[in-house]
């Protein structure tokens, strides 16, 4: 059996970085301490550390089931079970508070990834006889890490503690809030130093590589562009958005042409077939938080399809919807706990093959057919995240962060309504068969168009609630376009209360 680096760590390395901890909340204790005098001695202490620094984006609390709760019930695209808990229903709702532990419980793996980045970043430079160009590999991948946890962390919550020394002691804790354009720069700064370390090529799966940097500093171009170009709050620092399309434009068009390792793929099932994107030379798949169902425990494996899945009974569905001669798959059952909200299952054209390819809304069971309603608690669900190999409830569903599509819409909505602007967004919408955008479209209406393209593109993938936010539609949309009520949590998070309680400078 293969044996994939984000499984493997052993009982010696585990016990040298302090992993036997609990996979739950953090305690109030400092965490991230390692002892540098009998660790980060060997480049296998290196090539341990980074393992353990990429071993928290599977986890639970994040992109293992927690950064969908916190980044896709807030928008149109999904609610939860009837006896979800009462965090799930204030960010369904838009009704947060700093006690919400949904938010709680996602800052914690933000802040342990963080820490655990920060070690990478200090100690790995230091370890005498390494190759120098896995030296560079490794400490450029603790600050891709480092960045993509402040950017989802100040799209989160906004203004936040930038935390970028290791923690030796526990008066080095307490710590104020920085301001929102510092943690940009610091993101930026956390990529372009990145940039200069990784290599061109595709190590292994889930593990960052040069275009995943580009593709990150893309999207966090955008975010700063069209957060200035459409007075989203708390972007007022950015003195020039054009300045940051251009930005964007380059470094998504870097992915696109200075790389063979990812792109296109034609036929959209593909996108998320396991044994495509984690076998095939090239992938859609730019940069997931990447599992493996023969894992010993949730966060080496994945349970997120079980968070899609109607509950009822196991079902078997075509493999291609729209191909007579296509196999059937079984893809077993559920726990119905994410439901697709009507708004955005009525809004796809009815012959977009996002939503009949990708979208599940009949399966089989014993040769009976069984229909889905959007209005009842079995409804239709994304096919993004299933695995007809599960072991049980353990899958190898990767959770994507960084893929092909949504770095080619980046590019466009970049681009503006120039030829290879429309470009870009046309082959998109070529692939889903409903055609090509009106040529003749304002730069404000084309960019509208792409980010609505966006939000058919990577529905239920957590990017929609971001969009949202950076292009100050939040009300536009889900108010007054889908009547919601919004009472907290429009732009930022409220910070947890946890925090405010054991940080005094947060005070």
Not at 53 to 75: D, H, Q
Not at 345 to 372: E, F, H, P
Request: net charge neutral; with cysteine.
């Amino acid at each position: 059996m293969k044996k994939h680096f984000y499984i493997k760590l052993s009982l010696a390395a585990a016990l040298s970085l302090g992993l036997i901890t609990s996979c739950g909340k953090m305690e109030e204790k400092p965490y991230g301490m390692i002892n540098s005098n009998t660790f980060y001695k060997t480049p296998d202490d290196a090539r341990a550390a980074i393992i353990y620094a990429y071993a928290v984006l599977p986890e639970v609390g994040y992109y293992g089931r927690g950064y969908y709760i916190t980044t896709e019930l807030p928008t149109e695209n999904l609610t939860q079970k009837g006896d979800a808990g009462v965090g799930n229903f204030e960010l369904d709702e838009l009704r947060t508070t700093s006690t919400n532990s949904d938010l709680d419980n996602i800052w914690t793996y933000m802040y342990r990834g963080i820490a655990r980045a920060n070690a990478v970043i200090k100690n790995v430079p230091n370890i005498p006889a390494m190759v120098d160009a896995e030296r560079k590999q490794i400490t450029g991948e603790g600050y891709f890490l480092r960045a993509l946890h402040f950017f989802n962390l100040v799209r989160m919550f906004g203004e936040v503690p930038l935390r970028t020394t290791v923690i030796d002691d526990a008066t080095q804790i307490p710590i104020a809030k920085s301001s929102i354009k510092d943690a940009y720069d610091l993101i930026i700064s956390d990529l372009k130093q990145a940039e200069t370390l990784l290599v061109q090529e595709r190590i292994s799966e889930g593990r960052a590589n040069k275009a995943a940097v580009l593709g990150l500093l893309a999207k966090v171009y955008l975010h700063l562009a069209s957060s200035k170009a459409n007075s989203s709050p708390g972007y007022d620092f950015v003195t020039n958005a054009d300045e940051m399309y251009a930005n964007a434009k380059l470094y998504a068009g870097k992915v696109m042409t200075e790389q063979s390792a990812f792109n296109f793929t034609q036929n959209l099932p593909d996108i998320f077939n396991i044994d495509i994107y984690k076998k095939s030379a090239v992938s859609e798949h730019i940069f997931d938080a990447a599992v493996d169902r023969s894992g010993d425990r949730e966060g080496s494996f994945s349970k997120l399809p079980n968070m899609f899945l109607p509950a009822d009974r196991p079902m078997t569905i075509a493999y291609d919807p729209l191909n007579p001669a296509s196999a059937n798959i079984n893809i077993g059952q559920g726990w119905g706990h994410f439901r697709t909200e009507n708004n955005v299952y009525a809004s796809y054209n009815d012959v977009d093959k996002r939503k009949t390819q990708l979208i599940v809304s009949s399966y089989t069971n014993n040769g009976v057919t069984y229909n889905l309603d959007i209005n009842s608690s079995s409804r239709p669900f994304t096919r993004k995240f299933i695995d007809p190999a599960r072991i049980g409830d353990a899958t190898s569903a990767n959770s994507p962060i960084i893929r092909y599509s949504d770095i080619l819409l980046v590019y466009a909505e970049a681009c503006g309504p120039t030829p290879e602007g429309y470009g870009a967004v046309n082959k998109i919408r070529g692939r889903a068969g409903i055609g090509d955008l009106n040529p003749n479209l304002s730069v404000a209406a084309f960019r509208n168009a792409v980010v609505q393209e966006r939000a058919w593109e990577l529905a239920f993938e957590g990017s929609r609630l971001f969009d949202l936010r950076r292009t100050n539609s939040m009300e536009k949309v889900l108010v007054q376009q889908y009547g919601k009520t919004i009472t907290s949590g429009a732009y930022f998070f409220p910070i947890p209360q946890r925090e405010i309680d054991t940080n005094p400078l947060m005070k």
